[in-house]
């Protein structure tokens, strides 16, 4: 937990007078100060707090100043803030630009920003191809919505020992050398990409923060979305993804609460009750709704590879030496508020799986647990909508039900420029996105340098890389086999809201399908479910899920809702931006053709 001896930020919340350590954020702080909630709904009013805590979700929106709805897990607080409850209506001010420069390619007259190699996302598979870029002589600008690079996985404190808050802190410099003080890259944080074109001069963006960034080519490195099962309750602050809680931790070492349940289905559920469990959680108990055999099989599987069944061995023993139990084929069937109207209860009741791959909760009753949160994770879903963007093609891999961009041996893309590595090339976890990223960041170096091979000269050989890859992806597909995609949808009540940002429940879903729609925008044009902040980004493989278990359609007949010009809430002024060329008779494309090869 923070250092007590640490200097101390103070602050107003509603106008009550807090103070919290320097280096948290918006909401570390409210939690540290024992506050779940900081928003209401636009619509019924509905308290929210906390879910995903990487800002995808927006359901921490908070006002801060004369800022109004900003996601309070991302926004850094300052000495002397205002901070009060969101109504969850926008604002008009255009949120300062941030990043951290570790060279020379930063524009001082608000210019744009210029590279060889866009970079976009900040974690491993990011890191990864900014760092092989480096290495083979070509400027690099590396840009992500989060103050501190690291991304899920290698997550930095919010602030280093000395007080810090450099993009690229001690832990990740240690880790990638290269990267610290290269004067061929620039560095872009606190600010997403919103827009992404190719063009006849290589491939321009636009930043949340209104910059604009060219490059010759660029690497898509954004990550995914984690899945959670809608349930009765699960709109309650308190309930927070099993990465949210992760996040909060490694950030900031703040708890999400004391009295903890980590529930849902997938190998992080345990990776994150240990780390909770650790810092002096008291994890109540680990509910996965795989039945305990298929359990028995992810562990032979695991006997093939030595190191990550040695990681799995260190998470059960620390869990069971802190008594943690776990529960096999059981869900998360409700949670309940308590009077000051988050999370109080939980109830778990034992399931039964269909003969689909889901589960289909068999008792009425089940065992209640008082808590203060509760974590839950249903594995994650690629994020497309800059790849979708593009234009470019996709794939779904074996036991993965939701899209992922296609790529060939190099990382490259149907587009010419385009190269894409981790999580939105399907889900196959850390090792696998850095790897991809290395290849990635090389073939797109030497797509800058025209160079016809996929390396453009230095670095590792091929042979090697390929087969540590391989060999990742073939450990990510056994667990993709043992963990299939498969949410208790049977939990959703007609009251169960499904889309958090515009309180749409699943009645209005289900009355939707009854009157005909067969597509998720269909339904969405209906329901307003999915056109939130968020964009559907939470409720969007909700709802796709929900249509094929009701019509038996494929996911590529229902669609999803991946597919917009702005992936992020930017005011009009930044969208009238992106509108002018920056150089004459400039032409950007939005249609996803190949572009050209930009002049050297």
């Known amino acids: 937990m923070p250092d007590a001896r640490a200097p101390m930020l103070r602050f107003t919340f509603d106008g009550r007078p807090l103070d919290a350590p320097r280096g948290a954020s918006v909401a570390s702080a409210l939690m540290a100060n024992g506050i779940s909630s900081w928003r209401r709904t636009r619509s019924l009013g509905a308290a929210r707090g906390l879910l995903c805590g990487i800002g995808s979700c927006f359901d921490c929106l908070v006002d801060v100043g004369d800022a109004h709805a900003v996601r309070a897990c991302l926004t850094p607080l300052q000495d002397g803030d205002a901070v009060r409850t969101s109504a969850s209506l926008g604002s008009s001010a255009i949120p300062p630009p941030h990043g951290a420069s570790s060279g020379p390619r930063s524009s001082e007259d608000g210019g744009p920003l210029r590279g060889d190699v866009l970079v976009i996302g900040g974690g491993p598979a990011g890191l990864s191809a900014a760092d092989a870029a480096v290495a083979r002589g070509v400027s690099v600008v590396l840009v992500d919505n989060a103050h501190r690079l690291g991304g899920q996985l290698l997550r930095q404190p919010s602030s280093d020992e000395a007080g810090g808050v ?61 899945l959670v099962a809608p349930f009765p309750g699960w709109d309650l602050p308190g309930v927070v993804t099993a990465g949210g809680a992760q996040a909060l931790l490694s950030a900031h070492d703040q708890l999400v609460g004391r009295r903890l349940l980590v529930a849902g289905s997938g190998p992080l559920l345990f990776a994150v009750a240990a780390h909770l469990a650790d810092a002096g959680a008291d994890v109540l108990g680990v509910v996965e709704a795989l039945p305990a055999r298929r359990l028995v099989a992810m562990m032979a599987a695991l006997a093939r590879y030595p190191m990550k069944a040695a990681e799995a061995a260190t998470y059960i ?86 899209s992922a961009v296609a790529c060939d041996g190099t990382q490259a893309t149907s587009v010419a420029g385009v190269f894409a590595a981790g999580e939105v090339t399907g889900i196959a976890g850390g090792e696998a996105a850095a790897l991809e990223g290395a290849v990635a960041g090389a073939s ?151 572009c050209a090869r930009a002049p050297k």
């Open 317 to 402: 023993a620390s869990l069971g030496q802190k008594g943690v139990g776990v529960r096999t084929g059981s869900v998360l069937a409700r949670c309940e508020p308590g009077r000051r109207g988050a999370v109080s209860r939980a109830v778990v009741v034992p399931t039964a799986q269909d003969g689909h791959g889901g589960f289909r909760p068999w008792a009425r009753r089940g065992r209640v647990y008082d808590v203060d949160a509760v974590c839950i994770s249903f594995g994650f879903v690629p994020r497309l909508e800059l790849a979708r963007q593009l234009g470019l093609d996709e794939a779904r891999l074996p036991d993965q039900q939701f």
């Open 166 to 226: 450099a993009p690229l802190g001690p832990r990740l410099t240690a880790r990638y050398p290269r990267l610290a003080g290269a004067p061929a890259l620039f560095v872009a944080t606190g600010s997403a990409v919103w827009q992404l074109r190719t063009g006849p001069h290589g491939v321009a963006g636009w930043l949340e923060d209104g910059r604009r960034v060219e490059a010759t080519a660029v690497v898509l490195a954004p990550g995914a979305t984690e």
């Open 444 to 594: 797109a170096a030497a797509y800058c340098k025209g160079d016809g091979s996929r390396w453009g000269g230095g670095g590792e050989p091929v042979a090697p890389t390929e087969r540590k890859l391989l060999q990742a992806r073939r450990f990510a597909g056994r667990l993709a086999r043992v963990y299939r995609t498969a949410v208790p949808l049977e939990l959703i009540t007609d009251e169960t809201v499904i889309c958090r940002c515009e309180d749409v429940r699943a009645d209005a879903i289900f009355a939707a399908l009854a009157a005909g729609a067969a597509t998720a925008r269909e339904v969405r044009n209906v329901t307003r479910c999915g056109m939130g902040y968020c964009q559907g980004r939470t409720c969007g493989p909700l709802v796709q899920l929900v249509m094929k278990a009701a019509r038996g359609s494929s996911m590529l007949q229902i669609g999803d809702f991946q597919k917009r010009p702005v992936v992020s809430p930017v005011t009009l002024e930044v969208v009238a931006r992106s509108a002018l060329p920056e150089r004459p008779g400039e032409a950007d494309r939005q249609d996803g053709e190949p």
